[in-house]
């Protein structure tokens, strides 16, 4: 059974930082590319960041320079550390995964940054 299962989620004050990790499980062919993306109230889902099996990233303009995706332990499982968290980063974080022609999300974790 094919899983995406994020962890790391929680409440921090502005500045704050947090780390989400994404473990994929069940998939038969190689994952090719994997990344984060959240969906605020009331927004549209959006990419934050996306890391491919060779290692290339690319991120969202309004968190360059403040969050880094990475692989970890293997090319199932991939972190998002986030630093100088701002409140609009506020919103359910999705790991998503890439295989062949297919895409593949997990059920979220929830990121909130308020006072």
């Known amino acids: 059974q094919v899983q995406l299962v994020e962890s790391g989620g929680g409440l921090v004050q502005p500045g704050g930082s947090l780390r989400l990790s994404c473990v994929a499980s069940g998939f038969t062919f190689r994952i090719n590319t994997m990344g984060w993306y959240r969906q605020a109230p009331g927004k549209q889902r959006e990419l934050v960041a996306r890391i491919t099996s060779g290692g290339s990233t690319n991120y969202a303009d309004s968190v360059k320079g403040r969050f880094t995706i990475s692989r970890e332990n293997g090319p199932n499982t991939i972190s998002l550390q986030m630093n100088s968290l701002k409140s609009e980063d506020t919103a359910v974080y999705y790991c998503?995964?890439?295989?062949?022609?297919?895409?593949?999300w997990g059920k979220g974790t929830l990121v909130t940054v308020s006072t």
């Open positions: 998503n995964a890439g295989v062949r022609s297919a895409t593949y």
